[in-house]
């Protein structure tokens, strides 16, 4: 398929689509936590750490989620008095912590909207797995 460069260069204009899918996706992130009176961090970290069965540390929550340690803590203790999350000792360091979900925690995260669902579901196998190398180097650039 080939773009014309009238009105703006084509890595702009993807650069563009793609700011504005993210914006999207953020919005529609926004109004499924607030209908599950989660914030968005909060609800970023009840499902990073419900597809660990293991359990995840909280300095690996942040950084998934892309908040520092202190705002992590914070989202942490407000999901544990939600009985969303429970802090374990950590299998592999019984000095550490680990966050693991509760089975409510688990509940709500697996019936968590994906926001990126029903347009990829509509993609080829051939154009999913296309986009799924491309999405990979770009977060590899990231």
Do not use: C, Y
């Amino acid at each position: 398929m080939k773009f014309d460069q009238i009105t703006e260069p084509l890595d702009r204009r993807l650069a563009d689509g793609l700011t504005r899918l993210a914006a999207v996706a953020r919005q529609l992130d926004w109004q499924a936590a607030e209908a599950a009176g989660l914030s968005p961090t909060q609800a970023d970290i009840l499902r990073f750490v419900a597809t660990r069965p293991k359990g995840a540390r909280l300095t690996a929550a942040a950084a998934h989620t892309g908040v520092r340690k202190a705002t992590a803590s914070d989202a942490v203790a407000a999901l544990e008095r939600k009985e969303l999350l429970r802090k374990h000792a950590d299998a592999s360091d019984g000095r550490a912590v680990a966050l693991k979900a509760t089975p409510k925690g688990n509940r709500v995260a697996q019936a968590w909207p994906s926001n990126f669902g029903p347009i990829v579901a509509d993609l080829s196998e051939a154009e999913q797995e296309s986009l799924l190398g491309l999405v990979v180097k770009m977060i590899r650039q990231l």
